[in-house]
């Protein structure tokens, strides 16, 4: 079946600029996750939506990062007033029970 | 969530069955072992969890030893494109953020030709 699908694949963006990273997560998986990566890095989490609860943004690193959650289905990444520390690779997972299943990230480069 | 202690990295010739393990001498009662491997410039991947009882599917198998304090994550018959790193997790249900993760190093497994 369908996985979690993440678009764009790759972005590249300058300084300043903003930019939405959207996540389609499998189909009746009730809770979302955002995640990062940097190169050679483990996950940082983001941000986490479950149902219609309001979302843990508790790892959120600052103001210029939201997310939504749409119907309880799609989800979108917006990172405003792009840095060059922003650069990394976003994933979204979605889960079923307790396992996470993640879609194929995002690279975001900011020059 | 417990701690865990994987070796960084491991060989396996093609074909033959790569066992990776795994040391989570803290876990507790309440908390699954579960195993995702992320290949380069991939998303991760999950491969197989458990409790307390041996698992097996379609990607590999789970040994966790009776006293729970370490497991093993077998691809009974490794390829090239089994090259990843591996990473083994200790969790509880729940918790901070529903059950977010977070990896460790992992171990890089090399599968050769």
């Known amino acids: 079946g369908a996985g979690v699908s993440q678009s764009p694949s790759n972005k590249v963006t300058e300084k300043g600029k903003d930019v939405e990273l959207r996540c389609d997560p499998i189909s009746g998986h009730t809770a979302l996750y955002w995640y990062r990566q940097s190169l050679g890095q483990g996950l940082e989490f983001l941000i986490y939506f479950q149902g219609n609860s309001a979302p843990d943004k508790s790892g959120l690193p600052s103001d210029r990062f939201s997310a939504e959650r749409t119907g309880g289905s799609v989800s979108t990444l917006t990172i405003q007033r792009t840095q060059q520390e922003d650069s990394a690779v976003y994933l979204c997972a979605s889960t079923l029970e307790e396992t996470q299943y993640f879609g194929p990230g995002t690279r975001l480069l900011v020059l | 969530d417990a701690k865990t202690t994987q070796p960084p990295s491991m060989d396996c010739a093609e074909g033959r069955a790569a066992n990776l393990p795994c040391n989570h001498s803290?876990?507790?009662?309440?908390?699954?072992v579960y195993w995702y491997r992320q290949i380069h410039s991939q998303g991760p991947q999950y491969i197989i969890h458990?409790?307390?009882n041996n698992e097996t599917n379609e990607m590999a198998s789970l040994i966790i030893t009776e006293d729970r304090k370490s497991s093993t994550l077998i691809l009974p018959h490794a390829t090239l494109r089994d090259t990843a790193v591996y990473y083994c997790?200790?969790?509880?249900?729940?918790?901070?953020?529903?059950?977010?993760?977070?990896f460790g190093g992992g171990t890089r497994l090399m599968v050769k030709p």
């Open positions: 997790i200790v969790r509880a249900p729940g918790g901070r953020a529903g059950n977010m993760l977070t």
């Open positions: 803290t876990i507790s009662g309440n908390e699954y």
């Open positions: 458990g409790l307390k």
